[in-house]
């Protein structure tokens, strides 16, 4: 049942049905119900009302009707008792309550309307062209004449003739070298062909694109998918979100396919913003009596923090929903042109990293029992570089993510992220673990219930960023860490007032990250 919420890329029978439904205007409905209501099974359940025969007003329309927190305690009306996995009951008053929502047709908090194009999207396929610079090198001659020993000689005539020099133009290198090798009567097969360029040439951004015909060739390595909503302009989409950032890249619409998406979170996530830091102080301040050691520390902090509010910097909106006003000198990027996937296997020598949402990315404590009821596996775990972001796809939403602190191994189920320049990972780090930014995950996020929601890379490369300049990155990071220190090394105080700094340390992160304080005018009072 979940696939016939996800995208075709990720499960193409499924989408095609789901197609096939919804272009033909049958589907009139979707309620969501809560989980726990049937005994083999406590997953979520979803009714799809599909009919071929739609009121005038439902014609080319879905409702959705959120009826997931609509339930009673118990296995059934006449009992409280739990049936296996039956947990939660309808009572008549909940049906009735369903189904008048549902005839009303009415959009509300528990009951939207959508266009049934709302939920298709064209996988746009975009290229970008291969770009080899040419070097002979002992090494690279080696590797070639061990596999085709019998063109040695020819490799030594093209090592005359073209010498060590890089050549970054293939287009010229290629029939000079054609030309040599025809001149002393070799005739080379296409498979040696193909691994001499393979074993001589290496990918080069600076170096010229490599010509097909009247094209150039594409590079498989710098191919991406765009996910563009079926209301959306594919060209003005391609030239507002893709020209800018890859001058060279171009559409192949003989891979374009059209898919739909159905996704709840989207549409009924509730995000609840961080509460404002004095309103967090006044409860520490009540807390007094229960932990009056913890609270003197927290009252430095306190002011500090609140003396380096400055509400002279000059903010902008940031066209980013997640986002409120930002300064007006930062940017703001998708995550596609500040990450790349890793997807990198086959080094089981390398250390184990785990991800939690407490700790972040820490090195993985196995028993020995453990390690050899593994060890089979390790050739599938992805590898992690240092530095890397790295987060649980079922618990990116919650928060689970952080920075590979060195070279690693991890879950195949986790996606790797690795940097591209612009962002430093340690201010990502912290970013990627605020409320705000947790909500927006969980909103792109897919499954039935909460607690298996996946974020997967597609998704996550879409979440639009902020990107202050470089240095008060590094502003920002070394304010968190310090006050962070302050706020860890409570560990003996009261359960309410350890809930409390929590609290109040997300919702300082949240400002630090998003600009809403100025780290400079907060370290000075501080020190003062």
């Given at each position: 049942?979940?696939?016939?919420?996800?995208?075709?890329?990720?499960?193409?029978?499924?989408?095609?049905?789901?197609?096939?439904?919804?272009?033909?205007?049958?589907?009139?409905?979707?309620?969501?119900?809560?989980?726990?209501?049937?005994?083999?099974?406590?997953?979520?359940?979803?009714?799809?009302?599909?009919?071929?025969?739609?009121?005038?007003?439902?014609?080319?329309?879905?409702?959705?009707?959120?009826?997931?927190?609509?339930?009673?305690?118990?296995?059934?009306?006449?009992?409280?008792?739990?049936?296996?996995?039956?947990?939660?009951?309808?009572?008549?008053?909940?049906?009735?309550?369903?189904?008048?929502?549902?005839?009303?047709?009415?959009?509300?908090?528990?009951?939207?309307?959508?266009?049934?194009?709302?939920?298709?999207?064209?996988?746009?396929?975009?290229?970008?062209?291969?770009?080899?610079?040419y070097q002979m090198t002992d090494v690279s001659k080696s590797r070639f004449v061990k596999v085709c020993p019998a063109l040695a000689d020819d490799i030594q005539a093209i090592d005359d003739a073209c010498g060590r020099a890089p050549e970054r133009n293939w287009n010229v290198v290629w029939p000079r070298i054609q030309n040599l090798i025809h001149s002393r009567g070799s005739r080379w097969k296409s498979p040696e062909q193909k691994l001499f360029r393979t074993i001589f040439t290496e990918s080069d951004p600076d170096a010229e694109p490599v010509a097909a015909g009247k094209a150039n060739e594409p590079d498989p390595a710098l191919r991406e998918c765009e996910i563009v909503p079926l209301k959306e302009d594919i060209v003005g989409y391609f030239e507002r979100e893709v020209k800018p950032h890859v001058f060279d890249a171009w559409m192949d619409h003989s891979k374009d396919t059209?898919?739909?998406?159905?996704?709840?979170?989207?549409?009924?996530?509730?995000?609840?913003?961080?509460?404002?830091?004095?309103?967090?102080?006044?409860?520490?301040?009540?807390?007094?009596?229960?932990?009056?050691?913890?609270?003197?520390?927290?009252?430095?902090?306190?002011?500090?923090?609140?003396?380096?509010?400055?509400?002279?910097?000059?903010?902008?909106?940031?066209?980013?929903?997640?986002?409120?006003?930002?300064?007006?000198?930062?940017?703001?990027?998708?995550?596609?042109?500040?990450?790349?996937?890793?997807?990198?296997?086959?080094?089981?020598?390398?250390?184990?990293?785990?991800?939690?949402?407490?700790?972040?990315?820490?090195?993985?404590?196995?028993?020995?029992?453990?390690?050899?009821?593994?060890?089979?596996?390790?050739?599938?775990?992805?590898?992690?570089?240092?530095?890397?972001?790295?987060?649980?796809?079922?618990?990116?939403?919650?928060?689970?993510?952080?920075?590979?602190?060195?070279?690693?191994?991890?879950?195949?189920?986790?996606?790797?992220?690795?940097?591209?320049?612009?962002?430093?990972?340690?201010?990502?780090?912290?970013?990627?673990?605020?409320?705000?930014?947790?909500?927006?995950?969980?909103?792109?996020?897919?499954?039935?219930?909460?607690?298996?929601?996946?974020?997967?890379?597609?998704?996550?490369?879409?979440?639009?960023?902020?990107?202050?300049?470089?240095?008060?990155?590094?502003?920002?990071?070394?304010?968190?860490?310090?006050?962070?220190?302050?706020?860890?090394?409570?560990?003996?105080?009261?359960?309410?007032?350890?809930?409390?700094?929590?609290?109040?340390?997300?919702?300082?992160?949240?400002?630090?990250?998003?600009?809403?304080?100025?780290?400079?005018?907060?370290?000075?009072?501080?020190?003062?």
């Open positions: 049942m979940a696939h016939l919420f996800s995208l075709a890329a990720r499960a193409p029978g499924e989408s095609e049905i789901r197609k096939w439904i919804i272009e033909n205007d049958w589907l009139e409905a979707i309620i969501a119900l809560p989980e726990q209501m049937f005994y083999n099974t406590g997953i979520g359940t979803y009714i799809w009302i599909v009919t071929n025969r739609k009121e005038k007003r439902r014609k080319r329309k879905i409702q959705l009707l959120d009826a997931r927190d609509i339930w009673t305690p118990g296995g059934s009306e006449e009992s409280k008792r739990a049936l296996g996995d039956k947990r939660r009951h309808l009572t008549s008053a909940h049906v009735e309550q369903i189904v008048q929502l549902y005839g009303r047709f009415e959009n509300g908090d528990r009951s939207k309307i959508f266009d049934n194009d709302d939920f298709g999207y064209t996988r746009v396929t975009v290229e970008r062209p291969l770009r080899l610079r059209v898919g739909y998406e159905i996704n709840f979170n989207r549409y009924f996530y509730k995000y609840a913003p961080p509460r404002p830091l004095e309103e967090i102080d006044s409860d520490l301040k009540r807390a007094e009596e229960d932990a009056s050691r913890l609270l003197n520390e927290v009252m430095v902090i306190t002011r500090s923090l609140t003396s380096g509010v400055n509400s002279k910097v000059e903010l902008r909106e940031s066209g980013v929903s997640w986002l409120d006003k930002i300064p007006a000198n930062w940017k703001t990027l998708r995550a596609a042109w500040l990450f790349r996937e890793r997807d990198e296997r086959g080094e089981p020598e390398l250390p184990l990293l785990e991800v939690s949402i407490n700790a972040g990315v820490a090195l993985r404590e196995f028993s020995n029992d453990q390690i050899e009821n593994t060890a089979a596996d390790f050739n599938t775990y992805k590898v992690a570089r240092k530095g890397d972001i790295v987060f649980n796809k079922m618990r990116m939403w919650q928060g689970a993510v952080g920075v590979a602190p060195e070279d690693g191994l991890v879950s195949p189920d986790y996606v790797v992220a690795a940097p591209t320049g612009n962002l430093s990972t340690e201010y990502a780090g912290l970013l990627f673990r605020i409320p705000a930014f947790s909500a927006e995950c969980g909103r792109r996020s897919h499954g039935i219930v909460w607690d298996r929601l996946r974020l997967y890379w597609e998704d996550f490369r879409e979440i639009q960023l902020p990107v202050p300049p470089p240095e008060e990155q590094t502003a920002i990071v070394t304010h968190i860490a310090s006050k962070s220190a302050l706020f860890d090394g409570s560990g003996a105080a009261a359960q309410r007032t350890i809930t409390l700094l929590r609290e109040r340390r997300a919702a300082l992160i949240a400002a630090a990250v998003t600009g809403q304080i100025e780290i400079g005018a907060t370290a000075e009072a501080a020190d003062a």
